[in-house]
């Protein structure tokens, strides 16, 4: 029997749809999957945990989100649509939008010089798609001292430690080593959804909009709604075999098989990265590897610090901090080199005893190789190297660590001019593999596929969706015809 043969005997009731992955973008396939009528829809999760790059766990005096934390923006954003009439999220105090900038000699920069520098490097940000090529990094880095130029007079030495400072931080939302990497490209083409861009959770996390997707009780943590019994935890992957014109077979690392119509496969970039050459038989199409290759899964991690009671002075909602040349260089030459890679701390929002660092790229996926008690020295060296006043000693700390979980490989996607070269980028990653009759045998989701909204929860959601609507598409026009 033919696959085509095969496929007429399927239907929504008797099609078997396996998702790799338990993260959002495969809770949102699913649940989309089953209210569109499918009934056989199985979720293999490698963690023992959904969620996925969500991650909220109780810290401090309620919860935390290792992984994503904001809702970034309103219009266009499919998370603020689901739950903006629900009372989930709030809007945040414009006073932790306004860090402090500290430098590594305790002067604290004037608030006046502070915005001349920050709107200096905002206006350099590429806007136009005459400014399309190059790295994010030498478009920013051109285009700020030229606007400098053009502003008051700034101490040039002071100019450069905030540039640095900002740079760091703008990798922050691609989670890439330095933006000399970025793609200004990429910049221009992702769409940024208007509106409130630091929308957070309360104090339930970013699991509420897990539990909404999934339509389970807020309340009650082992409950998964419409996708219980169609989960199953510690389900690691060791081979996907797409070969068989009868179905597809799938190997555990655990020695079971099984098999399926359908897979979609929502593991992270860094997993395809890594795995994919074994991962796959037959091996994935050339355009698809290109694809693999050629867009980043870089690092970001976070650093929870928690006290008796909050450590800062009533007028610090945060700080971010400003080497001078001669201190970083000295820094560099030592075991705390990877303290360069944290851009600051600050509040956080409903948990008035922590506050929450930032670190990225490469000193990110060293401080995860670190022990907890040597990050905590270092922060606390790093503290009293910046900060006028005494911070004490935290009662409790915890950390992200991405990069080394063999589940992730990283945080979030980025384009980079490698990626450009390649002329790949998510919209092969998103292109399934199909069939000689054209029926979908292995889909692709995640954020690492979205075009628009990469590197985000709400493009992660949008691609668990269109899968779901791939298929439903596929059997709806089948059946019509």
Not at 56 to 71: E, L, M, P, R
Not at 97 to 121: C, H, M, Q, T
Not at 309 to 335: C, H, I, M, V
Request: hydrophobic fraction near 40%; charged fraction near 25%.
């Amino acid at each position: 029997m033919s696959s085509r043969s095969k496929s007429v005997l399927k239907t929504k009731q008797t099609a078997r749809i396996v998702i790799i992955g338990a993260g959002v973008s495969g809770i949102a396939a699913a649940t989309r999957l089953l209210e569109q009528g499918f009934k056989n829809v199985k979720l293999l999760e490698a963690e023992n945990r959904i969620g996925g790059r969500i991650n909220t766990v109780s810290f401090g005096d309620s919860v935390i989100d290792k992984g994503a934390q904001w809702c970034h923006g309103e219009n266009g954003n499919v998370v603020y649509q689901r739950v903006r009439d629900l009372n989930l999220l709030d809007r945040t105090d414009d006073a932790l939008k306004d860090p402090i900038y500290v430098r590594s000699n305790k002067e604290i920069l004037p608030g006046e010089i502070a915005n001349v520098l920050g709107a200096a490097a905002e206006a350099a940000l590429p806007t136009g798609p005459d400014e399309s090529n190059g790295s994010l990094g030498d478009h920013l880095t051109d285009n700020y001292w030229k606007g400098l130029a053009r502003a008051p007079p700034v101490d040039q030495t002071i100019a450069k430690e905030m540039l640095e400072t900002l740079k760091r931080s703008r990798c922050s939302f691609t989670a890439s080593d330095h933006l000399f990497e970025v793609s200004r490209r990429a910049h221009l083409e992702i769409a940024n959804c208007d509106g409130e861009f630091l929308l957070n959770w309360r104090d339930k996390g970013y699991r509420s909009f897990l539990k909404l997707l999934m339509n389970a009780n807020a309340n009650e943590p082992e409950d998964l709604g419409i996708l219980n019994g169609h989960i199953q935890l510690s389900k690691r992957l060791s081979e996907i075999n797409w070969a068989g014109a009868e179905e597809l077979l799938l190997r555990c690392w655990d020695g079971e098989v099984l098999t399926a119509d359908h897979v979609i496969c929502t593991v992270s970039l860094g997993v395809l990265k890594e795995q994919h050459e074994k991962l796959f038989v037959p091996a994935l199409p050339a355009a698809k590897v290109r694809a693999i290759k050629g867009l980043k899964l870089g690092t970001i991690n976070k650093l929870f610090v928690e006290y008796s009671g909050q450590p800062l002075p009533k007028a610090y909602s945060g700080f971010n901090f400003l080497w001078l040349e001669e201190d970083l260089l000295e820094l560099r030459g030592t075991e705390r080199f990877w303290l360069e890679g944290v851009s600051g701390f600050h509040r956080v929002l409903h948990q008035p005893r922590l506050l929450q660092g930032w670190i990225i790229g490469e000193h990110a996926r060293y401080m995860e190789t670190l022990t907890e008690k040597e990050v905590v020295d270092g922060l606390q060296w790093l503290f009293h190297k910046f900060l006028p006043f005494d911070m004490p000693q935290p009662l409790h700390f915890v950390r992200s660590q991405w990069s080394s979980n063999p589940n992730f490989r990283g945080s979030i996607s980025s384009r980079t001019n490698y990626t450009d070269e390649l002329r790949t980028g998510p919209w092969d990653l998103e292109t399934p593999l199909l069939d000689a009759d054209g029926m979908p045998l292995v889909q692709f989701a995640g954020e690492a596929s979205s075009k628009t909204h990469f590197s985000s929860v709400h493009g992660a959601t949008e691609t668990g969706w269109r899968e779901a609507d791939r298929l439903n598409d596929y059997y709806s026009r089948r059946n019509a015809a």
